[in-house]
């Protein structure tokens, strides 16, 4: 992303969508230019779209916060090395009847904040997690019956997207999220208590 004035987002990217809804949507509150997946199989032309895009503009991958989504994310990331990331809390994307998950549900205030907290991934070896395994579980991130929940909160925090507890710690290094922004994460929903369970 290039610039920002007010609501309004100039977006030099091309961004990558699940389908026309969501492509509607980011129109609507960007203007940004968007290719389609236009479903979780991802075929080899889309990902040739997606390589160029990549390679003249930059790509940012803004999928649905869901188990698509989030396969659609890894089969470009796998095919297309470099791609930014934006998330999209999975309460901001809930239809009006409460049954669907999706951008197209989305305020245009809220699609602005997701694309202006952009995350690129490291593009050298991925360094180490800033927390252990054994971290995570005293933290009550992975194994405590309340840890799906702590995830989806630092998730939404951190500005990385829902995770499950073997892929926590590895988007925390892809996104070299630092010990300190990690852990004032976590105290923070210490702090919130039960405000959010």
Known sequence: MNERMG?????????????????IAVRRATGADTIETNGSAV????LMKIRH???KRGVIV???????GRRIR???EEHVPGVKHAFLPKAQS???NGRKVGIEHAADDDIRAA????RTPVQDKVGEPPVTDAELVSLRLVGHPDARRRRERIGLMLQIGQ???????????????????????????????????
């Open 43 to 46: 075929s080899k032309e889309t």
């Open 94 to 96: 809930i239809s009006e």
């Open 53 to 55: 895009a990549q390679e």
């Open 115 to 118: 694309l202006a907290a952009v």
């Open 74 to 76: 890894a089969i470009i």
């Open 7 to 23: 609501s309004s987002v100039t977006i030099e990217e091309i961004i990558v969508v699940e389908g026309k809804s969501d492509t």
């Open 163 to 197: 995770t499950n507890g073997k892929q926590l710690a590895k988007r925390l290094a892809m996104f070299r999220i630092s010990r300190e922004e990690f852990l004032a994460a976590v105290q923070a929903i210490d702090e919130e208590g039960d405000i959010h369970a």
């Open 62 to 68: 803004f999928t649905d916060p869901d188990y698509p």
